[in-house]
């Protein structure tokens, strides 16, 4: 009888070229799931401690899900996770695309890369049979070109291989590298296309045969028909009575000051039509978007007849095919054909909001071909949008201010909303040509390099270039950006999450969920701190099992924890569930502990936190509460607030008996 | 009378509705009226403003680029050069 996951991982060492299999105890899933989960207990114990990230010692891993391909829905989430170069700490970056599934069916949770190659090469699992081969010819070329050329030299006419690659970006350790997957799925953050090119590993292409066993077939096969009854129901609904809706449910649901669940049914219908990209220009316009580098308002600096031009129905037009990851009834992608204007392209994915933000509010840009074609230039290149948006807003303001000159930028003239200039820039980063070289390691290096004051405008997180969501308008990503393990993340914990999850449909001891008003309880960190913690250990579970966030908060309440009973065979309650979160989190945050990263060391860039304060705009003299937050969440998981070492009770209640080994002897 | 410029964005209908305007109302009335006014003369009976009242989370409210609390943003008076902003609060993505 199965349990949902595979039971085993493979190991693939680059320097010896042996690749072999482990089993994996089943008390280690029940402890840590799969995913990032299994991935941290496997890198923390054999990662050594202070080892270089783009050293042999680093070990790279690719994860599937415990839930994936187990019948569920949303479940075809892939990870990959190592110690990045980016924040020399805990690094992982998350995917949807094809490639989860085909891992499990290779007949393992992860693949793990340790070792270091001496030319390149790439890996072909092929059901129970793995190969290193000779990648030289395709060492240089982009994700799009290596998907074809790998697809060709294995004869796969019929794409049955699933494939992450690296783009010249990766091949040149850009420390803001990414790994593509499907021409155009990014696990983007945290640098790690950057390990994948120190290891001269090009890229890896799975298929295999091997059947995904859950527990009980029949009871997660009916936990998701009704679920999909649920989303079917929801979709009628919203047709039938489009957004009057909310107001008769949100009548019928509230109590008091209740926050209402339908945010999700808006979001899902949000993601159906339009994708991420739908709310580029409301963003930019009511505090969510950062403008200008953090520095300016869309009111004034992007406002919406701008940022309307690079956002919804300005791009959708040019949507030829929707795009749909692994198991996902809502299918927020889309394939993308331009025609006009002067950057013609094809077969290219739809821009998400994140790249059109990074690349357009933060760069004041609303010249949509040259947005669609950077973003087309940064899939093929492998780097990730959001970091590479934010270093080239930095170098702008730094050309704006006289630090950078037209000398520096061979001969780019750097100014605000100049696209020409700023494609040619991109190019220049994915090269590692020029003043390209210079940025292509993230704004914190950059600005160590260029100095002259220039690091009061490079905003990050511990050397990680911050998300598309500006703390000033929810300040739970304000949070998850300083409190968690990989930080400057979007996609872990906000108030917004929490909100569009349910979140206090899950747990009992969750707060319901209250109204914050604009101005005065936003900003105190208290208000939502309980559920902002249950919010981040919820997202341990929805990364063990591969879940996407979207798929959390959607509308319906998920039956995550359903399905994850009935796909182990389990009886856990919730409750039982956040305690296998806390202790994902505390390792993946001991990993940084033990790298000798300290709290502050992940304090936001000023302008980000509102020191100084905006002068105009929605955030007009805000400023963030953040050392106050940042205790409040470390307290709360039983971290220490100076050190950020995990107090030893804690680590014993865990049965983190490594963490205890190494922080109390 | 006085000149305001108006932005609605967000999503109604299973659209997304992103529009700048300008509109000359009579000086002095409050938003609240602003928006029952531009219900009758600008959405063709869709009563795209009052909706977005009634949106799950409460929409935010721009007046001059800075946020207000609803109630307070509802009750302010319109004076001529002002710009009014309606918008949904979503920040996901």
């Known amino acids: 009888m199965g349990r949902g996951y595979m039971g085993r991982i493979m190991w693939v060492d680059l320097s010896s070229k042996k690749i072999s299999y482990e089993n994996i105890p089943d008390e280690v899933y029940e402890k ?42 949303f479940t075809g989430r892939w990870m990959v996770c190592a110690k990045s170069p980016l924040t020399r700490g805990w690094g992982d970056a998350n995917c949807g695309g094809d490639l989860s599934p085909a891992i499990k069916k290779a007949g393992v949770d992860g693949i793990f890369i340790t ?81 994948m090119g120190s290891k001269k590993l090009k890229a890896i292409a799975v298929r295999g045969k091997a059947k995904i066993e859950p527990n009980n077939p029949d009871q997660v096969k009916d936990i998701t028909r009704k679920f999909n009854k649920s989303l079917d129901r929801a979709d009628f609904m919203m047709n039938l009575m489009g957004n009057r809706l909310f107001r008769i449910v949100g009548k019928m649901t509230r109590t008091g000051s209740t926050m209402m669940r339908q945010p999700g049914d808006l979001w899902r219908l949000i993601l159906k039509k339009y994708g991420t990209m739908g709310i580029t220009g409301m963003s930019a316009e009511n505090g969510d978007s950062p403008v200008k580098n953090w520095a300016g308002a869309g009111f004034k600096d992007f406002p919406l007849d701008r940022s309307s031009k690079i956002s919804d129905d300005a791009l959708l037009k040019y949507e030829v095919k929707k795009y749909g990851c692994y198991s996902c009834p809502v299918r927020c992608g889309g394939i993308m054909e331009v025609k006009e204007g002067p950057y013609p392209l094809s077969e290219s994915h739809k821009p998400e909001y994140e790249t059109l933000c990074a690349l357009g509010s933060l760069c004041l840009t609303d010249d949509v071909y040259l947005l669609m074609k950077m973003n087309d230039m940064i899939n093929r290149g492998g780097i990730d ?29 750097l100014k605000w909303g100049n696209g020409e200039a700023m494609l040619k820039l991109l190019e220049k980063i994915i090269n590692r040509d020029g003043i390209g070289d210079v940025l292509a390691d993230g704004v914190k290096r950059a600005s160590e390099r260029i100095g002259k004051g220039s690091e009061q405008w490079a905003i990050h997180a511990g050397g990680q270039e911050l998300a598309m969501h500006d703390p000033k308008f929810d300040p739970g990503y304000g949070i998850a950006y300083e409190c968690e393990p990989t930080p400057g993340r979007h996609t872990i914990a906000s108030y917004t999450w929490q909100e569009l999850m349910g979140i206090d449909r899950f747990f009992k001891d969750a707060e319901p969920l209250k109204m914050v008003s604009s101005k005065k309880d936003r900003l105190d960190p208290k208000v939502r701190m309980k559920n902002q913690v249950l919010n981040s250990k919820m997202m341990q579970i929805i990364n063990g099992v591969g879940m996407c966030l979207f798929g959390m908060g959607c509308g319906p309440k998920t039956p995550i924890f359903e399905w994850l009973n009935a796909a182990t065979g389990w009886n856990k309650t919730p409750e039982d569930y956040l305690v296998v979160a806390e202790r994902i989190e505390t390792l993946r945050h001991s990993f940084n502990v033990r790298e000798g990263i300290k709290p502050k060391d992940f304090k936001m860039t000023g302008r980000a936190r509102g020191e100084p304060p905006l002068e105009y705009g929605p955030h007009k003299g805000v400023t963030l509460r953040s050392e106050e937050a940042q205790r409040l969440f470390y307290e709360a998981f039983g971290w220490d607030p100076e050190t950020g070492k995990p107090r030893k009770e804690v680590l014993e209640k865990l049965g983190l008996n490594e963490v205890i080994k190494d922080f109390y002897g | 009378m006085a000149k305001v410029r108006i932005k609605i964005a967000g999503m109604i209908d299973r659209k997304m509705l992103n529009r700048v305007f300008d509109e000359e109302v009579k000086d002095g009335i409050r938003v609240k009226e602003l928006f029952e006014h531009l219900d009758r003369t600008q959405t063709k009976g869709q009563n795209y403003f009052k909706r977005f009242l009634k949106l799950p989370s409460p929409p935010v409210i721009l007046i001059n680029g800075e946020q207000m609390e609803l109630k307070e943003a509802l009750n302010s008076q319109v004076k001529d050069g002002d710009e009014i902003a309606l918008l949904m609060p979503m920040a996901g993505g």
């Open chain 1, 32 to 73: 840590f799931l799969s995913g990032y989960g299994l991935a941290a207990k496997i890198l923390y114990e054999r990662i050594p401690p202070g080892a270089d990230p783009l050293g042999p010692d680093n070990i790279i891993a690719f994860m599937s899900g415990l839930l994936t391909g187990t019948g569920s829905v």
């Open chain 1, 385 to 413: 949008s959001i970091s590479v948006g934010g270093v080239i807003a930095f170098a702008i303001e730094c050309y704006e201010r006289g630090v950078l000159t037209k000398e520096d930028t061979g001969g780019l003239e």
């Open chain 1, 115 to 195: 070792g270091k190659s001496d030319k390149p090469v790439y890996l072909v699992v092929d059901d129970q049979k793995a190969e290193l081969k000779d990648a030289s010819n395709i060492w240089g070329k982009d994700c799009y070109e290596t998907e074809d050329l790998i697809r060709r030299e294995l004869g796969d006419e019929k794409a049955q291989f699933k494939i992450a690659c690296i783009g010249p970006a990766g091949e040149k350790l850009s420390l803001i590298a990414g790994i593509s997957n499907d021409k155009g799925r990014y696990a983007a953050r945290s640098g790690l296309g950057a390990v």
